[in-house]
Nanobody
Framework: QVQLVESGGGLVQPGGSLRLSCAASGINFVLYAMGWYRQAPGQQRELVAGSSRGGTRNYADSTKGRFSISRDNAKNTVYLQMNNLETEEKAVYYC????????????WGPGTPVTVSS
C-alpha cells in the first residue's frame, strides 16, 4: 500500500520559515519524481516545487529564491524548506509522487496545512 505522509505544517508569522517533510512508503522511491503542491481555499492546486528522479529541481516563479526542495533517497523522504513566507501562501500543502514508465502512476498525501499570519 502506497502512503505519503506530510508533516511540518503549522502557523508561522509573515517572513518566517517552515520545513515540510513527506515520508513515502510502498513505492520504490528512487524511481519517482517528487513534488510539492499547494491549494488555497477556493483556488486550484498548484505546483510549488518539484524534484526529478535525478534530483533536478524546478520551482514556481513565486517561490524561486525562497523555497528549496530536497530529497533523501535513503530515507524515502522529500523536504520543502520555505523561507520568507507570505500571508497569501496560506494553503494546504500536498506531497506528490509520480512516474511515467512503464505505467503512469501518481500518488498524493493527505496534505498538511500552513497558515501565515501575524
Amino acid at each position: 500500500q502506497v502512503q505519503l505522509v506530510e508533516s511540518g505544517g503549522g502557523l508561522v508569522q509573515p517572513g518566517g520559515s517552515l520545513r515540510l517533510s513527506c515520508a513515502a512508503s510502498g513505492i520504490n522511491f528512487v524511481l519517482y519524481a517528487m513534488g510539492w503542491y499547494r491549494q488555497a481555499p477556493g483556488q486550484q492546486r498548484e505546483l510549488v516545487a518539484g524534484s526529478s528522479r535525478g534530483g533536478t529541481r524546478n520551482y514556481a516563479d513565486s517561490t524561486k529564491g525562497r523555497f528549496s526542495i530536497s530529497r533523501d533517497n535513503a530515507k524515502n523522504t522529500v523536504y520543502l524548506q520555505m523561507n520568507n513566507l507570505e500571508t497569501e501562501e496560506k494553503a494546504v500543502y500536498y506531497c506528490n509522487a509520480q512516474k511515467q514508465w512503464p505505467t503512469v502512476e501518481t500518488y498524493w498525501g493527505p496534505g498538511t496545512p500552513v497558515t501565515v499570519s501575524s
